[in-house]
């Protein structure tokens, strides 16, 4: 499955919970209600960009398929994560949540699940 495109949010569900448990700084939760960021996936093999674009910052991380990475939130923190494809979606699995890609038509849906099994859900449209 190619993800490659820019996507940008359109609708979400739970987010203001996900944020503030991964511990995302409370202004940022605020921002974050308000804006829908654009996203673009440039994917070359088992390698993938991605350039998260807000009013506040602009964010690239590179990741490849199995091996760990560090990628920078939009609010600046890293962290680790370790990206695999499987059954045509695209995992992204960090310390505090699991993230679940996928395209469902010409949209991606992204299910972002917290260890203790909280879920936002997004879903984005080709732009």
């Given at each position: 499955m190619d993800f490659s495109g820019t996507w940008k949010v359109y609708s979400e569900e739970n987010l203001d919970e996900f944020l503030k448990a991964v511990d995302l700084i409370e202004r940022f939760c605020y921002f974050f209600q308000d804006i829908k960021p654009a996203i673009t996936i440039e994917q070359n093999?088992?390698?993938?960009?991605?350039?998260?674009?807000?009013?506040?910052?602009?964010?690239?991380?590179?990741?490849?398929?199995?091996?760990?990475?560090?990628?920078?939130?939009?609010?600046?923190?890293?962290?680790?994560?370790?990206?695999?494809?499987?059954?045509?979606?695209?995992?992204?699995?960090?310390?505090?949540?699991?993230?679940?890609?996928e395209i469902q038509g010409e949209d991606m849906v992204e299910v972002s699940s917290l260890i203790n099994l909280k879920k936002c859900n997004n879903s984005l449209s080709l732009i």
């Open positions: 093999g088992k390698d993938f960009t991605f350039t998260v674009k807000t009013p506040l910052r602009t964010c690239v991380n590179t990741v490849s398929i199995g091996k760990e990475s560090e990628v920078i939130a939009v609010d600046g923190r890293k962290f680790k994560c370790t990206v695999r494809e499987e059954n045509g979606k695209l995992i992204t699995d960090c310390e505090k949540f699991t993230s679940v890609r």
